[in-house]
């Protein structure tokens, strides 16, 4: 293990132990990283180096259109901010909050140069959520977008670590005219953590994974160049936030990789992003399948014409939404499946290799696997647990579910798959209790809680249920306490409440009420039953 740079030591002392690792590979020539790494300095400061700062970099929906240069220069200033005024540390845990823009892009690269880690939130989140990501990460400083500063504020009262907020869209930028624009990044190590993702188990508990600066440069070295193969002149464009790693990949450090430019939308629905590939001349678009299902119906009345990428992943892709993408706009969607723990896509198939209903086979650099119950390999045909190792890998941050996610080495995501007679790698369900709707995990027993918060309900049980459009919908049983309601109006009463606790995406698309859930003799619920109601 290389020497850290890290003066606060938080994210190293509590990695997994090494035993408790899954196996890395770094099979390519262009995974063999040098000791000493700086995931900003590669993917920014060396691209104006080489005499490239006036490359357009990245576009946001106010008009704002910054060259590599430019980026370069507000990303120096709000690193000399956090160092000079905020007294941040590498190895400090930055919490960033704010809608995709231009200036969300500039705070990351920001703390990255900084030595320091970043983590991401999604703007929807609610004081509730941000409060365990904070603890759980002992977040010390927080950069936020002055217009969602109220949840934070909220969360900050019971998380004391955090003691340095700042807001962009006002102090942060009247700070940043005094900063010159230059920095000298620090010299991390290749094995410092840069980035801690967080995602929802099934407990809805938060887990943060662990990212190291080789592990963002080594997401750009695999699928980018051997399945999408984007050009330096291609414009990126996209709905997942950069909060998600998808999001990050695909929408900031997949394009810059190659000094290709990306468009930063806060908005990204099916009906805004349509006209914004006309007006930005997009070439390639990450979103989910729900996304491409519902802009084919209106793709007719878009100029698409410089389209010429399209990327799913976030949920399976139904063959049905493949085919009407295709028949509507003649373009193939390139399918993937990556998760929070790998960083980004894993197992994908090119335009030339898509086949309605599989997702692919591993990306070089990457090898996957079905295993039965036994850990052993199974035969092509038949249904087990997808196991995944390559240069990235799951390290959760201090929690014991490190021991479900790696099993003998390789990384098991929680999908059944099956391999065709093809070799394709063809997704079957989920294995826990993850509901995949629109391109969001959600966890049923968090939305359980935020039900039960509600003074009506007695007890209730959250499951997915299959849903044309989205994948999944979050569906309710609820039982309710006597001489209350059961109708439509209690319906939406229970729905806004959901969605003023949590983050409004996870609110329950469906409830119906009943006179008792299935429970085991000791009282623990049978969703499985639920499921099957």
């Not at 409060?131 to 900050?156: F, G, N, S, V, Y």
């Not at 949920?315 to 493949?322: I, Q, S, Y």
């Not at 609820?478 to 606790?501: H, N, S």
Request: with cysteine; hydrophobic share 45%.
């Amino acid at each position: 293990m290389e020497s850290s740079a890290h003066v606060d030591t938080f994210a190293r002392d509590r990695l997994p132990q090494p035993e408790a690792l899954p196996e890395f590979l770094f099979e390519l020539p262009e995974l063999q990283f040098p000791p000493r790494l700086n995931a900003a300095t590669e993917l920014l400061d060396r691209r104006v180096a080489m005499g490239e700062g006036e490359r357009l970099c990245i576009q946001g929906a106010d008009g704002l259109r910054w060259t590599y240069a430019e980026l370069l220069a507000q990303a120096n200033r709000i690193a000399r901010v956090l160092v000079d005024d905020l007294g941040l540390q590498p190895g400090n845990r930055v919490l960033l909050r704010g809608a995709n823009s231009p200036m969300l892009a500039a705070c990351w690269f920001a703390v990255i140069k900084a030595g320091a880690i970043a983590v991401g939130s999604m703007p929807l989140l609610r004081a509730r959520e941000l409060a365990p990501i904070i603890d759980k990460a002992q977040i010390t400083h927080a950069l936020c977008d002055i217009r969602l500063a109220d949840e934070l504020h909220l969360a900050r009262a019971g998380c004391p670590t955090l003691h340095k907020l700042l807001m962009y869209g006002g102090e942060l930028e009247t700070r940043m005219l005094a900063k010159p624009p230059q920095f000298d990044n620090v010299d991390t190590a290749a094995d410092d953590v840069a980035l801690i993702a967080f995602t929802s188990g099934t407990t809805g508990v938060p887990k943060g994974t662990l990212h190291f600066q080789r592990d963002l440069l080594a997401a750009c070295a695999c699928w980018p160049p051997n399945v999408l193969r984007a050009v330096p002149d291609d414009v990126f464009m996209g709905s997942p936030p950069l909060a998600f790693t998808f999001g990050l990949g695909g929408l900031l450090l997949f394009p810059m990789s190659i000094g290709a430019s990306t468009v930063l939308l806060e908005k990204a629905t099916p009906d805004a992003l349509l006209p914004a590939v006309a007006q930005f001349r997009t070439s390639v678009l990450f979103t989910a399948p729900t996304s491409y299902r519902a802009m084919a119906a209106q793709a007719a009345q878009h100029d698409l014409s410089s389209l010429r990428k399209c990327v799913s992943a976030g949920e399976a892709l139904p063959a049905a939404t493949r085919t009407l993408w295709r028949e509507t706009t003649g373009i193939e969607i390139i399918d993937g499946i990556g998760s929070t723990e790998l960083l980004h896509i894993f197992i994908s198939a090119d335009e030339a290799h898509a086949k309605g209903g599989a997702t692919g086979v591993p990306v070089p650099g990457y090898r996957a696997a079905v295993l039965g119950e036994d850990g052993q390999a199974l035969p092509r045909g038949q249904v087990g647990r997808l196991a995944v190792k390559g240069p990235t890998g799951c390290r959760y941050l201090d929690d014991p579910r490190q021991a479900n996610y790696v099993q003998n080495g390789w990384n098991l995501t929680g999908d059944a798959y099956l391999v065709d007679d093809d070799g394709q790698f063809v997704y079957q369900a989920r294995t826990d209790d993850m509901i995949i709707s629109g391109g969001y995990n959600i966890a049923g027993p968090e939305v359980e809680s935020a039900l039960l918060l509600h003074p009506a309900v007695a007890e209730c049980g959250v499951v997915g249920q299959a849903d044309a459009a989205r994948g999944q919908i979050v569906k309710a049983y609820v039982v309710m306490r006597p001489g209350q309601p059961e109708d439509a109006a209690m319906v939406k009463t229970l729905q806004d409440f959901v969605k003023q606790t949590i983050a409004p995406y996870k609110y329950p698309r469906e409830i119906s009420f009943c006179a008792q859930l299935p429970r085991t003799e000791t009282g623990k619920l049978q969703r499985f039953k639920l499921r099957t109601q």
